[in-house]
Each structure stands twice: as structure tokens, then as C-alpha cells.
């Protein structure tokens, strides 16, 4: 089973890669 910072990390990770996204977006 996965500890609940190894889910924190991925949900971290998925939110900075869609803002990184839509900042490339309005470039």
C-alpha cells in the first residue's frame, strides 16, 4: 500500500504540471 505522502507527491506533481501547461498555453 502506498504511504499518504507518496499520494501528496503525485498530486503535487499532476497541479505544477497542468500550471506549467496552461502557462505555456498563454505564452
Do not use: G
Not at 507518496?6 to 500550471?19: C, F, P, R, T, V
Amino acid at each position: 500500500m502506498r504511504t499518504i505522502n507518496e499520494h501528496l507527491n503525485d498530486y503535487k506533481i499532476a497541479i505544477y504540471d497542468l500550471q506549467f501547461s496552461s502557462i505555456q498555453l498563454k505564452m
